[in-house]
């Protein structure tokens, strides 16, 4: 099973700061088979991003992602006051699909 | 629209069992691969189980395997989750979610399952 490591735990940004979200794998995650899901307060997760970089319908482009092998980041260029939520890593590469632990995008 | 509504969650003693259902509408359902994710109180999201848009192939969260069963009834655009053998580390709400084989298009808004005496 493929363990992902989100870092950090928490972020604390002012809106319009750039937010910068790593997510870590325990071993090679091929094919680019990386997500990022989005989770606000009392809600259902949301699909952001899916095979590392492509943005899923409806998703603005202050969202991108990049990485490759065991490194990826999702980068919101600009925050905006609904983008204050917490993010998930997911992949699936391996028939034991695993998501991170979170991070945290608070407001300082 | 796409809507994934779920229900069956509820409060059940250890070693119980209960089934989830899960009806899709706004999309097609009978294309799509559909996933049960769960998340603990408080917690993060982890991955349950995932099946096949014709319902050929399954596969399971280790934690689970043997006590889950995940199927689908395309002709209802229904999902189901049979839950057997529950502990109390299965206490989480339970979200159905659809689109592709490794990832999560989208998703339902929950049902919680309560394992407790």
């Known amino acids: 099973e493929i363990v992902l490591t989100q870092s950090p735990g928490t972020l604390s940004l002012s809106p319009g700061e750039r937010a910068t979200l790593s997510c870590r794998a325990s071993?090679?995650?091929?094919?680019?088979?990386l997500a990022w899901h989005q989770q606000k307060p009392g809600q259902a997760p949301r699909l952001l991003i899916y095979?590392?970089?492509t943005r899923a319908t409806g998703i603005p482009d202050r969202f991108s992602g990049s990485g490759s092998g065991t490194d990826f980041t999702l980068t919101i260029s600009r925050l905006a006051p609904e983008d204050f939520a917490v993010y998930y890593c997911?992949?699936?590469?391996?028939?034991?699909?695993?998501f991170g632990g979170g991070t945290k995008v608070e407001i300082k | 629209e796409v809507r994934l509504v779920e229900s069956g969650g509820g409060l059940v003693q250890p070693g119980g069992s209960l089934r989830l259902s899960c009806v899709g509408s706004?999309?097609?359902?009978?294309?799509?691969?559909m996933h049960w994710v769960r998340q603990a109180p408080g917690k993060g999201l982890v991955w349950v189980s995932r099946?096949?848009?014709?319902?050929?192939?399954?596969n399971y969260a280790d934690s689970v395997k043997g006590r889950f069963t995940i199927s689908r009834d395309n002709a209802k655009n229904t999902l189901y989750l049979q839950m057997n053998s529950l502990r109390a580390e299965d206490t989480a709400m339970y979200y159905c979610?659809?689109?592709?084989?490794?990832?999560?298009?989208?998703w339902g808004q929950g049902t919680l399952v309560t394992v407790s005496s």
């Open positions: 979610a659809g689109g592709d084989s490794g990832y999560q298009i989208f």
């Open positions: 706004g999309f097609t359902f009978s294309s799509s691969w």
């Open positions: 099946v096949k848009s014709d319902g050929t192939y399954t």
């Open positions: 071993q090679t995650v091929s094919n680019s088979y």
């Open positions: 095979h590392v970089s």
């Open positions: 997911q992949q699936y590469s391996t028939s034991s699909l695993t």
